[in-house]
């Protein structure tokens, strides 16, 4: 049977490829994220499948079915991490497919379909700014434009992709034909504490919320701290302290919504300068386009109204918008049987978090498996999970797996 043992140990060795020592950050196309991607080969070898590293830098493993070349059922999650992150988001979706097919393959079983295990290279989006480039490229909605994006050292992502050995212009290579995918699961941490409030291992996801990601730059003027009457400023930064709590109350306004400023920055940035440029970015979250795209559209005129009355000039650019991606009603009703048959009561709910099947969703229908963790916490080395639902999460995917029927 699947081993919750094997899982746990299996994402602390992960845990051990890391930037800081003590702690884990695995960034896309860094020396830790080739030594993780060599170790996910590994097992996936180990578990009968043939695995590579595609030309975007995803770990790609596939399970033949009973006879070689038939359409996939996708099955995967991220390798990559936040800064200071936990050892199980991303990483348990990985293991946990592997897990599933190494008992298949123990059993010799073969399935009247393909598997395909994928270990995304970037979902995070932490070292260039843009996020699930691994899962774009293989929905094949990666515009080649955005392999120009430089990290804070400026390397762009097709410099550090040669780096890696990888051929960047290749990357078009990795996509996917619908009729190759059958559907795609994934199988994650709740990051969020609904299921341990209602005692349960599992969840089935219903819903990826959206999200808007827009960054402002605030143009004022600086000037000396001591010589300039307050009259007589155009200071950005007392400009944006506005503008934040204005995004804090529109967000506040629909119990469905979330918007946050989750970075801030002031130019020259002195004890005794006026603030003369600031930039900030703002984050915005919603299980519904239209109240997503209203809440943005707040906020722009919000800003605008506030910058207008400080004479300050406002820029509002948008970095990446994703739609709601529902999950498919038939594959939810699989997951739900494979729950119910682990004697788990089924529980539904909505992901406020973005995942790989946003992107994926442009090639095939989605779902997902959501795992209880302690607290809710996630992307914090706190987050925590117990063997017994790393165990519980596995079975309810081999049962999903085994019983897979493609289509509604
Ligand atoms: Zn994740």
Redesign the pocket.
């Known amino acids: 049977m699947v081993s919750g043992q094997r899982i746990m140990q299996r994402c602390d060795t992960l845990a051990r490829h890391s930037e800081l020592p003590g702690g884990l950050t695995r960034v896309f196309l860094s020396e830790e994220n080739r030594a993780a991607n060599e170790l996910v080969l590994g097992w996936m070898r180990e578990a009968g499948m043939q695995a590579r590293l595609d030309a975007i830098g995803n770990v790609a493993g596939r399970y033949e079915g009973n006879r070689p070349g038939l359409a996939c059922l996708m099955l995967g999650?991220?390798l990559d991490t936040v800064r200071d992150a936990g050892k199980y988001?991303?990483m348990l979706g990985v293991i946990s497919a592997i897990e599933c097919i190494d008992f298949l393959n123990s059993r010799q079983v073969r399935l009247p379909f393909a598997i395909e295990v994928i270990g995304f290279g970037d979902?995070e989006g932490v070292r260039f700014g843009t996020t699930m480039l691994g899962s774009r490229a293989v929905a094949g909605a990666l515009d080649p434009a955005v392999l120009e994006t430089r990290d804070a050292a400026g390397t762009s992502i097709a410099q550090a992709l040669r780096a890696f050995g990888l051929q960047p212009e290749k990357v078009r290579e990795v996509a996917r034909q619908k009729r190759d995918v059958l559907a795609y699961a994934e199988l994650?941490i709740e990051q969020g504490p609904v299921l341990e409030a209602e005692g349960l291992a599992v969840g089935v996801v219903t819903a990826i919320n959206g999200f808007s990601r827009l960054r402002v730059t605030l143009s004022g003027m600086a000037g000396h701290a001591g010589t300039v009457p307050m009259g007589l400023r155009r200071d950005a930064l007392a400009a944006a302290a506005e503008c934040v709590l204005a995004v804090e109350r529109i967000g506040r306004g629909d119990a469905e919504l979330v918007a946050t400023v989750g970075r801030i920055e002031a130019q020259p940035g002195a004890i005794n300068v006026i603030p003369g440029k600031v930039a900030f970015t703002i984050d915005v979250r919603a299980p519904r386009d239209e109240l997503r795209r209203q809440a943005v559209s707040s906020i722009t005129n919000e800003i605008a109204n506030l910058c207008a009355k400080r004479r300050i000039e406002p820029q509002i650019e948008n970095l990446q918008e994703l739609g709601v991606a529902p999950c498919a009603g038939w594959l939810m009703a699989q997951l739900e049987r494979a729950v119910a048959a682990e004697g788990i009561p089924v529980r539904r709910l909505p992901s406020g978090a973005g995942?790989d099947g946003m992107a994926l969703k442009g090639i095939a229908d989605i779902a997902m498996l959501f795992v209880r963790c302690k607290g809710g916490i996630s992307h914090n080395p706190a987050e925590s999970i117990t063997e017994a639902d790393a165990a519980a999460g596995a079975k309810v995917l081999y049962r999903f797996i085994e019983n897979f029927q493609a289509g509604p």
């Open positions: 999650s991220h988001d991303g979902e994650h995942h």
